[in-house]
């Protein structure tokens, strides 16, 4: 149980465009989403949460226009990266957290790379 | 504020030798979580272990083990007799509960390679 999917796995795209990254929730129901951001060779560096219904909550410096996310579902969010510039080059990991949870555990996706041409 | 640090970037050992990765954590709160994942090179975290605050038995699983030190702040990670497989990132991260709910603090990753 608790898994959690990702897609696209992997996407390339011209710079200027707008890429739409899934997160969902196969088995279990996530009130709460994260979004995180890694650089290679570096840490996951949280973006925002998301809360289903409601809107995001961002992190400080990360640009609420740029990175659009939605929690339409209790078992779908998605990230929008708008305008990708080659700067946005990442990985971009989700993670939900089930409703029943105590431990504060989230369960991660399998991660997204984008590359901006 | 939370924070986490792993202060070895890169640990290389050779097959079968016993390899500890540290972990310094700061947190305000009483109560809060602190897990370890395993991040090989196809990225998806993996993950190992979740301690609670109130628990400071050390823990055993194969040829992990588990130290959690609550007077020193630290909740070191430590593989046994290891193996090429072993070979990946590993963060350590925090989970508390001040000023932003359940939000997960990592760590900056150690690099384990294990050779043969």
């Known amino acids: 149980g608790a898994v959690v999917s990702q897609h696209p796995s992997r996407v390339i795209c011209k710079s200027g465009t707008s890429v739409k990254i899934e997160c969902r929730s196969l088995?279990?129901?996530?009130?709460?989403m994260f979004w995180y951001r890694q650089f290679p060779k570096k840490s996951l560096m949280l973006m925002a949460t998301?809360?289903?219904?409601?809107?995001?909550?961002?992190e400080q410096g990360v640009e609420k226009d740029k990175f659009l996310i939605n929690h339409a579902s209790l078992t779908l969010s998605t990230l929008t990266v708008t305008s990708a510039h080659p700067e946005d080059s990442s990985f971009y990991i989700c993670?939900?957290?089930?409703?029943?949870?105590?431990?504060?555990?989230?369960?991660f996706g399998p991660g997204t790379r984008l590359t901006v041409l | 504020a939370q924070k986490v640090t792993q202060a070895q970037t890169e640990i290389s050992v050779v097959e079968k030798e016993d390899v500890t990765l540290d972990c310094v954590y700061e947190?305000?709160?009483?109560?809060?979580?602190l897990f370890w994942y395993k991040q090989p090179p196809s990225g998806e975290l993996v993950f190992l272990i979740r301690?609670?605050?109130?628990?400071?038995q050390n823990e055993i699983s194969g040829r992990y083990s588990w130290n959690f030190q609550k007077s020193t702040s630290s909740f070191n990670f430590t593989i046994t007799a290891s193996q090429v497989v072993d070979s990946a990132v590993y963060f350590c991260?925090?989970?508390?509960?001040?000023?932003?709910?359940?939000?997960?603090?990592f760590g900056t990753g150690t690099q384990l390679k294990v050779e043969l």
């Open positions: 088995d279990f129901q996530a009130t709460t």
């Open positions: 947190t305000r709160d009483t109560t809060y979580y």
């Open positions: 301690r609670n605050s109130f628990d400071e």
């Open positions: 991260a925090l989970s508390g509960f001040t000023g932003g709910g359940n939000k997960l603090t």
């Open positions: 993670s939900a957290q089930a409703e029943d949870t105590s431990y504060n555990e989230q369960f």
């Open positions: 998301s809360n289903e219904g409601s809107k995001a909550t961002y």
